[in-house]
């Protein structure tokens, strides 16, 4: 039986090291998905295209070839380290950039589903007393289109927190890449390192999924 506590194996750390990319990425996601989801819906045909084509490609491209892309792409190719000169700490910087990127689509899709339940009627008031496009976006739209979908957001806070493992493959000292370091060096123990990293994960996700979902319903739009 392998010790827990044991300095070899930093369980905590690990899922330290998951929560900061979870965050992080939720932050930036959020961000550009909210821009991305500002260029879909806009009167300018060159930005909408841009947004489309943006969503479509990148939603369905797996993350793994994003995540690898932004490694060897960004920074073997062509030397971007984004600041940091450390492996680990560039290697952690690139996979927030690629969560980032793939996550947002589906932050801007949400948003777009939201928009779409704001009645057309009070865009077209806001108009009518001269409100401009990001004025009737800003502040009309936006604000009820995300109480509408807090639900989805949180679905996915939590999809992003498990996608957080793929980072394992460019190296980032996260949770999957300690308990596949655990699982081939204890493989008599297999099934307990398993529970232990399933039951990390549930504790990260289970009470950002009931807090979420309590904070939709608080702010639901009353139709």
Partial sequence: MFDLFSEDYDILGAFWVTVQLTVLSAIGSLIWGTILVAMRVSPVPVMRAFGSGYVNIVRNTPLTVIIVACSLGLSTTLGWTLGGDDFDESGFRLAVLGFIAYTSTFVCESLRAGINTVPVGQ?????????????????????????????????????????????????????????????????????????IFALGFVILTLPTGLLLGWVAKKVAVKR
């Fill in 123 to 195: 865009a077209e008031a806001a108009r009518a007393l001269g409100f401009g496009f990001l004025q009737v976006l800003t502040l009309v739209v936006l604000p009820q289109a995300f109480r509408s979908v807090i639900a989805p957001l949180a679905s996915v806070l939590i999809a992003l927190t498990k996608n957080t493992t793929v980072a394992a493959a460019i190296g980032v000292a996260e949770a999957a890449l300690l308990m596949k370091e655990m699982i081939e060096n204890e493989s008599d123990a297999i099934f307990l390192v398993t529970a």
